[in-house]
């Protein structure tokens, strides 16, 4: 793998080049000014749906599953592993140029969750089958049906060697290996074990999983991130001056920082950014087709709000943690740069209990990415090739504790660049329908509210 990693760096570069960054900003850029700025003034709107959801009509899940699932999946390694990675490299400014995707993002992402509920269909099971795929393949023509197919190729990729195992089972043991001494062999066998146990009983059990986990991960992560911010408020201002500040001009930091360019610092800001929040991916609205509900655009509200939660308030939480307790400008990388950054404010109790916040974030990715492939598995293959796909995962998840874990982030950067592209033509191409849609919901409200 070590030798492969220069090849992997340089299609890397071209992946996440100037056109795929364009393309990506400038679909949220399109959509915001399509739909009215939707991510500021139906935020409070998309909020209270969350829990306040009608979950009348056709779908497998209530809302707020399928939001847990797509947040599952989501909320993970990215929001910790990702925010060090992303500022080891492009330094403070990184995480500005998440913000800027995230704001956007959220566009994109209520464009995805709107339409996968107003194209999804049934498989050959009676389940609803809803995302990208579809919605390329019955919004767009019969004709782009290669494109539909690409799509569902390139997420299994993602699923196989991308967000889906790698990057996450390396960050679960490495973690229980500096918090707790567990062999790797050890850790990497239980996660395999129960990753099997759960993914056999499909969607009804990682939404279960999923329901019980999400909500509480994030709030004790949200609570011991906001005790550190406390303990160093008088140095928040400067922390964020230094933010926006290297986002434009880069900044070099000491020891062992290569340094720092604006370019690099919009490249891993960007790139973690999608990394994290999957916004252009075309993943959640995988998980948003099955949700309960008749209007397409009540699903779309719901989805922006994930973006929100892992973008505006998790990563933004991980970033300043890293700034205020100055671990940014040491020689750790990857998950011991964090655990350094908490282990700093609260001591061994710190690390510990980000360590338990790192492992349930990225076992129940695992467990949302198993579902996205397995429908991008249906959607090429039928039910048939569930089986097989579901051999395979488990496989790659058992072996995703003993690769590199550079090349592990390079590898998973490239096929969620595969996948976004088709994602985003998409999306282009349907704005018109996401903006009748739109009209239409909003319309409904106000007759109701006369």
Not at 263 to 284: C, D, K, P
Not at 356 to 369: E, P, Q, R
Not at 412 to 437: K, Y
Request: hydrophobic share 55%; net charge neutral.
């Amino acid at each position: 793998m070590e030798t492969l990693i220069p090849l992997l760096n340089s299609i890397d570069s071209f992946m996440w080049g100037p056109p795929l960054i364009v393309l990506l900003v400038g679909t949220g850029i399109y959509l915001t000014v399509r739909l009215g700025l939707i991510q500021v003034f139906r935020l409070p709107k998309a909020l209270s749906l969350i829990f306040s959801a009608q979950n009348k009509g056709e779908g497998d899940v209530s809302s707020f599953k399928a939001l847990c699932v797509a947040l599952a999946a989501t909320v993970g390694t990215g929001n910790i592993v990702g925010v060090a990675t992303a500022v080891k490299v492009g330094g403070p400014g990184a995480i500005f140029w998440m913000w800027v995707a995230a704001f956007f993002g959220m566009a994109t992402k209520y464009a995805e969750g709107l339409l996968a509920v107003k194209f999804r269909t049934t498989d050959e099971k009676g389940e609803i089958a809803g995302g990208p795929m579809f919605y390329i393949k019955n919004g767009m023509g019969e004709k782009w049906a290669p494109m539909a197919a690409f799509f569902a190729f390139a997420c299994i990729l993602v699923a196989f060697f991308g967000i889906g195992t790698f990057p996450q089972v390396n960050a679960i043991v490495d973690s229980m290996k500096i918090s707790f001494g567990l062999p790797v062999v050890v850790t990497d066998a239980a996660i395999t074990i129960l990753i099997a146990a759960i993914t056999i009983g499909g969607l009804q059990s990682i939404a279960r999983v999923a329901e019980k986990i999400i909500p509480l991960m994030a709030v004790i992560y949200i609570l011991i991130s906001l005790g550190l911010i406390v303990m160093h408020l008088s140095a928040v201002p400067d922390a964020l001056a230094l933010i926006f500040h290297s986002a434009f001009n880069g900044e070099a930091a000491v020891g062992g920082f290569a340094g720092s360019t604006v370019r690099m610092a919009m490249q891993n800001g960007i790139a973690r950014g999608v990394f994290s929040n999957e916004s252009g991916l075309g993943s959640a609205p995988i998980a948003a087709a099955a949700a309960k509900t008749k209007w397409p655009a009540e699903q779309g509200l719901i989805s922006m709000t994930g973006t929100f939660i892992d973008t505006i308030i998790i990563c933004s939480m991980t970033g300043l943690a890293l700034i205020l307790t100055g671990v940014w400008k040491g020689d750790a990388a990857g998950a011991m740069m964090t655990t350094s950054a908490f282990a700093a404010a609260y001591g061994d109790f710190g690390a510990k209990i980000l360590t338990v916040s790192l492992v349930l974030f990225a076992f129940t990715t695992i467990l949302g990415w198993n579902y996205y492939g397995e429908r991008a598995c249906i959607y090429l293959f039928g039910t048939k090739g569930v089986m097989p796909y579901r051999l395979i995962f488990i496989a790659l998840v058992a072996s995703g504790a003993f690769l590199k874990l550079e090349a592990i982030w390079i590898l998973a950067d490239i096929v969620n660049g595969l996948m976004a592209i088709p994602n985003l033509i998409a999306l282009i191409a349907l704005a018109g329908v996401i903006v009748s849609e739109t009209k239409l919901y909003f319309d409904h409200l106000a007759k109701e509210r006369r």
